[in-house]
């Protein structure tokens, strides 16, 4: 049902078609705004044995925007005069990493960068908490396009004590609430599901490639078992290294009759998509790539970063690779989807990385990568091992598509729930 009033929604539930138009009050109106603080890190007795829980940014991102407990804890002596904020309070980031909110379920403390909002009494049986923590959603966007410029990066608090709450009955704040919770619910759902697909897959990854010092699999397929032992072959004697394409800058890209493989699609696809790449112009001869060949990140500010590989599966000419990788030409045949998962094994990946070590920057060798192992099976065995982890990964992609769905079905459900925002 649509109707266009300032402050009735687009999206409403039957039982309150009739309630006429929501109230809406400034936040300074509904509650206390305070600032948390940090008790003084000098003072052990501060923090040795604390039992209150205090909150910082790292609680968000590790438990998510609905916290009944902290990471670090302080002890009664930490406590200022006011004491601590009451339970059912929102902590909002107002500065350094702003946009970010929790509903904290518990008395508790929080570092500076929060701004609690703690309900006035008058407010005690008009406003539902859970409620609010969705709505504080749309006021994060606020808090993101609304900061002071100069200096330390904060929101602007005048404007923020003035933002208008939409409020409709009590039972209305209470429906919308369970409504967006039990979405959430389903959300977490489909996340944990997820979480457990990847760990399966770490597992499996874990079992499938032989351990260092081994030459067989921890966990191999019933028809290979007696097959012996894995051979093991250092990369340089079994394919060729190529520079990346260097002596390019930004005029070049964006146009063009060939195409280039960026970094990040190097970093983030197991199997580089042709979609990434970008146009560029190419003068003279040039080192293209070929079907089956592999890409490896050489250079990076994060070990997380370098080392990562990706197969380029397209049979076409005149692609090009971004100079901050190396290309892996293989001079014998073996599985393409396989080596995909090999080079990402953490086996692997920790060689890499062990390589690349520096004091500033990572960055690894083609020429000292060429010396590390490559082990392998039958070509049958490495088939099954690529075609295990690939039913693995379509399970992750569906699971990946119905969290998304949902976000999406959230946020679209969220922007029709609420009356049009005109702060």
Not at 112 to 130: A, C, G, H, I, W
Not at 246 to 265: L, P, Q, R, V
Not at 292 to 307: A, L, R
Request: charged share 25%; hydrophobic share 35%.
């Amino acid at each position: 049902m649509e109707i266009q009033q300032k402050q009735i929604p687009q999206l409403r539930f039957p039982d309150f078609f009739n309630n006429g138009e929501w109230k809406d009050y400034s936040i300074e109106e509904v509650f206390d705004i305070r600032n948390g603080y940090t008790p003084s890190k000098s003072k052990t007795e501060y923090w040795e044995n604390g039992t209150i829980p205090w909150f910082r940014m790292e609680d968000i991102r590790a438990n998510g925007n609905i916290l009944s407990d902290s990471i670090q804890h302080i002890t009664p002596e930490a406590i200022k005069g006011f004491g601590l904020f009451p339970a059912y309070s929102i902590i909002v980031a107002t500065s350094a990493t702003i946009g970010e909110h929790a509903l904290i379920t518990v008395e508790s403390l929080a570092n500076q960068r929060f701004t609690y909002l703690s309900k006035k009494k008058p407010f005690e049986n008009k406003v539902d908490m859970l409620y609010f923590h969705y709505y504080m959603f749309v006021i994060d966007e606020w808090c993101k396009k609304n900061t002071n410029t100069g200096g330390f990066l904060s929101v602007n608090m005048s404007a923020f004590r003035q933002l208008r709450i939409p409020l409709p009955t009590l039972a209305e704040q209470r429906r919308i609430a369970a409504s967006l919770s039990a979405l959430d619910e389903m959300l977490a759902a489909t996340n944990g599901k997820l979480e457990q697909l990847k760990a399966y897959k770490k597992g499996m990854m874990q079992k499938l490639f032989p351990a260092k010092g081994k030459k067989l699999p921890e966990l191999r397929f019933k028809k290979f078992e007696k097959d012996g032992e894995w051979e093991e072959k250092m990369l340089g004697e079994i394919g060729e290294t190529y520079t990346g394409l260097s002596g390019k800058d930004k005029n070049d890209f964006g146009h063009g009759d060939a195409e280039y493989i960026t970094y990040m699609n190097v970093f983030s696809n197991p199997i580089a998509k042709k979609e990434m790449n970008q146009p560029i112009e190419i003068d003279g001869k040039q080192h293209s790539v070929r079907y089956g060949d592999v890409f490896f990140t050489t250079s990076s500010e994060t070990p997380e970063e370098v080392g990562m590989s990706s197969i380029w599966l397209e049979d076409k000419e005149n692609v090009y690779l971004n100079s901050f990788c190396f290309g892996y030409r293989l001079k014998e045949k073996f599985d393409h989807i396989y080596m995909s998962y090999y080079f990402r094994s953490d086996y692997f990946r920790k060689k890499m990385i062990v390589l690349a070590q520096g004091i500033s920057r990572y960055n690894i060798s083609k020429n000292k990568a060429m010396q590390l192992p490559f082990q392998y099976p039958t070509i049958l065995e490495q088939r099954k091992i690529a075609d295990s982890l690939t039913s693995i990964d379509e399970m992750i992609n569906q699971y990946t598509n119905k969290v998304t769905l949902l976000e999406l079905y959230k946020k679209g459900l969220m922007q029709q729930m609420f009356p049009t925002n005109n702060n």
